[in-house]
């Protein structure tokens, strides 16, 4: 699993480098990039949300708005890679830096996950939206579980389904909705996301269990 997210951690790095290094000689700090990133998701909001508008009033093609919120979320995931890249090649890390980056994703996330669950509950796919529910929960826990265990001394990053991987996920997948028109390729990326993140969460906490047992 290392292996796999090293290389194509690599492989993007040799993609933005030059791009990193143009927002260096820019000025551009790493804060702000951040930002920018945030932003893209609310704007994937507003995209989700006018689509279960339209799914609500039976107005204009939701699938199209769903599509276009994918490819927003893709967009701003690569945000998410290059504030820290930037902060390591211009030397810009910080403390406030990591808790802004920190704090951002978990907005980034819910808001998104947010809008999928008024897609489903305009589209009067019920299980769909307790799935995006269970999705948002574990997303927040795979995170949560991390940190708390960090501020224990553990190194604690293993698991499947972390932020990357989850961004992956509902991104494509609502990118294919908004191609096919059909809804169960958003659905099943959360059913997905939920099973995973969960398993992930609880696989932390076991990593944890076994790390301060030995240590005790």
Known sequence: MANYREFLQKT??????????????????????????FVGNLLALWFFIDAALRWKNGTGDSYVLIGW????????????????????????????????????????????????????????MFWACVATFAAMVGSVMVSYVRARAEGLGIECKVGFMQRPERVV?????????????????????MILIAILANITAFWRIAHCYRKLRTEN
């Open 12 to 37: 993007i790095y040799h993609v933005i480098d030059p791009i990193i290094s143009l927002m260096i000689r820019m000025g551009i700090t790493p804060n702000g990039i951040t930002a920018a990133g």
């Open 69 to 124: 919120g994918g490819f927003i979320i893709l967009t701003a995931g690569l945000f998410d890679m290059m504030d820290g890249r930037l902060a390591r090649m211009g030397n810009m890390s910080s403390t406030f830096g990591a808790l802004w980056d920190s704090t951002l994703d978990r907005y980034s996330e819910l808001v998104t996950l947010f809008g999928i669950c008024l897609i489903f509950i305009e589209a009067d």
């Open 169 to 189: 996920v509902t991104a494509v997948c609502a990118i294919v909705t908004g191609l096919t028109c059909e809804p169960l390729w958003l659905a099943g990326g």
